[in-house]
């Protein structure tokens, strides 16, 4: 069993950043690929971006690579998302997510992850 719990969301003027956190505890944080997802008021959950197990390979959504960084620090079991150059079409509940076994590729399909954590509000004002 993993759990994940997201913090640093908040409310943010258009143009700034945010650093979210996804602390992991439970079964070995270092061996699962990991992503975040986010999901807008009326709108179905998206992809926002993945990485390895070991950190080396990420993968970002179209409508924030350049933008937002998605990293991890093992040895803290943590993942983190760092966010700039927000825009208020960056408002949303943001999740992360692990998968369920070990060593598996990260992806940016919803259904191939098993853990989920309860999500962090991100709102972007204009």
């Known amino acids: 069993q993993v759990r994940l719990v997201e913090s640093g969301g908040g409310l943010v003027q258009a143009g700034g950043s945010l650093r979210l956190s996804c602390a992991a505890s439970g079964r070995t944080f270092s061996s699962l690929a990991m992503g975040w997802f986010r999901q807008a008021p009326g709108k179905e959950r998206e992809f926002v971006a993945t990485i390895s197990w070991s950190g080396s390979t990420t993968y970002y959504a179209d409508s924030v690579k350049g933008r937002f960084t998605i990293s991890r620090d093992n040895a803290k079991n943590t993942m983190y998302l760092q966010m700039n150059s927000l825009s208020p079409e960056d408002t949303a509940v943001y999740y992360c997510?692990?998968?369920?076994?070990?060593?598996?590729?990260?992806?940016?399909?919803?259904?191939?992850?098993?853990?989920w954590g309860q999500g962090t509000q991100v709102t972007v004002s204009s």
């Open positions: 997510a692990a998968r369920r076994d070990y060593y598996t590729h990260p992806t940016q399909w919803e259904d191939e992850y098993y853990y």
